[in-house]
């Protein structure tokens, strides 16, 4: 099991080096770089560079020693295989460089993005397999019943709903659109919110919350309650489950004791992902509910073409990704002490 696990982890950095490499490779080759966006605004503002008479290509409007100076500031005086190398000297001290955009150090640009889509990420997460989970072992235990029908009608309506639909229409419905004025428009708390005493800032807090954590949850929420449903349906249906029943055990300790762990197997697959739910981000949902997260960061950091700030998402949330994988199969191994990966 240890080689196994030490395998893993040997194979996690030239996968992580591999995933850097393809995306430095592609947004510095794509069009529309920070220094052609240089450009735009210094031609916008009506600059000439300096004043400078020797022009570069006569349509820049700029001289050769503006240009010079663009490329070195944003450290395109080098080729692209040297600045790649020079990237991965700086990330093994979390050293990302500065942003074009915001004009200080990446790392910083995303710790303050960082609260907004670490609040939803986990909670979103805790509350779908907090509900998710009972929710799919009742309807295993009443399937084909009423509530089993009803039920699955509900969730597979509010899963066929896109997110952002669905935070439209939450909103038109009961921010004051057309129906009710129940729940604020967006943000994360009012203007008076210092004004407030602990409990009524909580109480704000779940006020703001409540519908872009519906949003954010309600696709994994529909998936992670049919997935449970039909591992625990997929168990029972087992020889063991019937060597129980003849035994005379009772229903619930049939359901809660013996198959309800190895039904948890499936289940045990998403956990590796809880840790990206730190970098969860929904540029859509961020917008609609005003949100500024890592989502809206993302989007328009690929705009601007800040070069390093996408790396900084990319290495980061790939690390997160695959160092999730790892853990999961160590839940594996939690769940069923039976499985071996040797």
């Not at 729940?183 to 407030?196: A, I, K, R, T």
């Not at 029943?245 to 004791?257: F, P, S, W």
């Not at 800040?306 to 980061?316: H, K, R």
Request: hydrophobic share 50%.
């Amino acid at each position: 099991m240890l080689k196994y696990f030490l395998r893993r982890l040997a194979i996690l950095i030239p996968t992580l080096l591999g995933v850097t490499v393809v995306v430095f490779v592609i947004i510095n080759m794509a069009p529309g770089g920070p220094i052609e966006q240089r450009l735009q605004q210094i031609r916008f503002s009506g600059g000439d560079g300096g004043g400078a008479s020797t022009q570069r290509g006569g349509s820049q409007g700029v001289s050769d020693e503006v240009m010079e100076a663009l490329k070195k500031q944003y450290g395109f005086d080098k080729p692209m295989h040297e600045r790649y190398i020079l990237w991965l000297k700086n990330i093994v001290t979390l050293n990302f460089g500065e942003s074009f955009t915001y004009e200080e150090p990446v790392v910083d640009v995303i710790v303050s993005k960082f609260p907004v889509s670490l609040q939803f990420g986990i909670i979103s997460l805790f509350l779908s397999y907090l509900i998710s989970i009972p929710l799919g072992i009742m309807k295993a235990i009443k399937h084909g019943s009423f509530f089993d029908i009803s039920s699955s009608i509900i969730l597979f309506v509010f899963y066929s709903i896109p997110s952002f639909m669905l935070a439209i229409l939450l909103i038109v419905m009961l921010s004051g659109g057309s129906f009710l004025e129940i729940f604020p428009v967006g943000g994360l708390q009012s203007e008076y919110f210092d004004d407030l005493n602990g409990w009524e800032q909580f109480i704000d807090r779940v006020h703001h919350f409540t519908l872009p954590l519906i949003c954010y949850t309600i696709g994994s929420f529909t998936s992670l309650t049919v997935l449970m449903k039909n591992s625990l349906i997929e168990e029972i249906k087992k020889d063991y489950i019937r060597t129980a029943r003849a035994k005379g055990l009772d229903e619930k300790v049939i359901y809660m004791k013996h198959a309800l762990r190895n039904a948890l197997i499936p289940i045990v697959t998403g956990l590796g992902g809880f840790l990206t739910v730190f970098f969860a981000g929904s540029l859509l949902l961020e917008t609609i509910f005003q949100l500024d997260g890592i989502g809206l960061l993302s989007y328009k950091s690929i705009l601007s073409r800040d070069y390093n700030v996408i790396m900084g998402l990319v290495f980061i949330q790939s690390a997160l990704f695959l160092v999730g994988n790892i853990l999961s199969d160590f839940a594996y191994v939690l769940v069923d002490p039976r499985i071996d990966f040797t």
